[in-house]
C-alpha cells in the first residue's frame, strides 16, 4: 500500500472512531447547509457556531429563503457570531445561487469559486464535504497537520501557500469520496489531536510516522504568532455598535451610539467602518442596519419611539459582541 494511502486510512479510522457529532455532518444534510457551516466556522469555534447555525438554517432552510430577506435581518440573526460581514456575504451568495443556479449549491469547484464570500477554502471544503469531491482542503489545523507529521517542522508558517495545497493533495486517496473522508479526517486531527500550543501525541493514530515527534518536536523556527487583541480595538466599538442597531425597533440616534464608547474618535471611525462595509445605513441624524433605510418612517426619525429595545447603556466591560 502506498504510504500517502496509508496515512490517509489511518486518519480516516480514527476519524470514523472519535470525530465530533456535529449537525453538518449528519448523513442527508445538504450542500446549503455543509456552506453555511463552512462560512460561519470561519474564525469561529465550533461551539458559537453551532446555535447559530440552527438558527439559521431554521428561519432560511434554502437559498431562496435568505435572498427573500433583508440584509438587515441576515445582520441580527448573525447576532454575536463575529466578522458580520460574513453574514452580508451569505446572503449576497444566496441571491446568486437563486440567479445563476435555480436556488441549489453547485458542484463544480469553478461555479463555486464564483459565488461572492465564496474563497478558495470554502469552496473546495464545499466541494469536497457536500459533494465527495478529491479537493485538498487546507485551513490552520490541516496546515499544522501536514507540515509536522510529512515535514517535520512545529508549524507551517502565518499563511496558506500553494505548496500547502500541494503536499495535501498527495496525501488524498485517489477515489473521491475516501479523499473527502481523508480531508474532513485531516481536519478533526488538527483541531482535537495536532494542537499548535498543546499536541497530544500519544492519542495521535499518526504518532509514530510523525517526522516532528521523530525528530524531538523542535520549537518553530521564526517569530510565532501572537493572539489577536480585542479589548480596545476598533473591532470591539464596532461590535458594540451593531449590537444596539440589532436591538433596536427603528433608526437609532447617533446621541444614543454615544453611550457605547467614550472615545469619540475611536467611536466616529468605528461607524463609518461599517457604512463603508455596508452593513449600516445613515438616515439623517440616525443610524440602522442595512437594508432598513426604505422602511423607515418619518415618524422615527422626528421624536417617535423607534429606539425600544434593549437600549440600555452599554459599555466595554460588557460581553463580548459580534
Not at 501572537?226 to 458594540?240: F, S
Request: glycine share 8%; proline share 9%.
Amino acid at each position: 500500500m502506498p504510504e500517502k494511502t496509508t496515512l490517509a486510512a489511518d486518519a480516516i479510522r480514527w476519524y470514523d472512531e472519535n470525530a465530533r457529532d456535529l449537525p453538518w455532518r449528519e448523513p442527508g444534510v445538504g450542500a446549503w447547509a455543509i456552506l453555511v457551516s463552512e462560512i460561519m466556522l470561519q474564525q469561529t469555534p465550533v461551539v458559537r457556531v453551532l446555535p447559530a447555525w440552527r438558527s439559521w438554517m431554521t428561519r432560511w432552510p434554502t437559498p431562496a429563503a435568505l435572498a427573500a430577506d433583508t440584509p438587515a435581518e441576515a445582520i441580527r440573526m448573525w447576532g454575536r457570531l463575529g466578522y458580520p460581514r460574513r453574514a452580508l456575504r451569505l446572503r449576497e451568495c444566496a441571491v446568486a445561487l437563486v440567479e445563476r443556479h435555480g436556488g441549489a449549491v453547485p458542484d463544480r469547484l469553478e461555479q463555486l469559486l464564483a459565488l461572492p464570500g465564496v474563497g478558495d477554502y470554502t469552496a473546495r471544503a464545499v466541494a469536497a464535504f457536500a459533494f465527495g469531491q478529491r479537493h485538498p482542503v487546507v485551513d490552520t489545523n490541516v496546515r499544522r497537520l501536514v507540515a509536522r507529521a510529512v515535514e517535520g517542522e512545529a508549524d507551517a508558517g502565518p499563511a496558506t501557500r500553494p505548496s500547502d495545497l500541494v503536499a495535501t493533495e498527495r496525501l488524498l486517496p485517489e477515489r473521491p469520496a475516501e479523499a473527502a473522508r481523508a480531508s474532513a479526517a485531516f481536519m478533526e486531527l488538527g483541531a482535537l489531536i495536532c494542537t499548535a500550543r498543546t499536541p497530544r501525541c500519544a492519542d495521535c493514530p499518526l504518532a509514530y510516522r510523525c517526522a516532528w515527534r521523530a525528530s524531538g518536536r523542535p520549537a518553530p523556527v521564526g517569530p510565532t504568532r501572537r493572539p489577536q487583541r480585542y479589548a480596545g480595538t476598533d473591532r470591539q466599538v464596532r461590535g458594540l455598535l451593531l449590537a444596539v442597531l440589532r436591538e433596536a425597533s427603528g433608526p437609532v440616534p447617533r446621541e444614543r451610539l454615544d453611550l457605547v464608547w467614550s472615545d469619540a474618535a475611536q467611536r466616529a471611525r468605528a461607524l463609518a467602518g461599517l457604512v463603508e462595509d455596508g452593513l449600516v445605513e445613515l438616515v439623517g441624524e440616525s443610524c440602522v442596519l442595512a437594508g432598513d433605510a426604505a422602511s423607515v418612517d418619518p415618524v422615527d426619525l422626528s421624536g417617535g419611539d423607534g429606539v425600544a429595545v434593549g437600549m440600555g447603556p452599554v459599555g466595554p466591560g460588557e460581553p463580548r459582541p459580534a
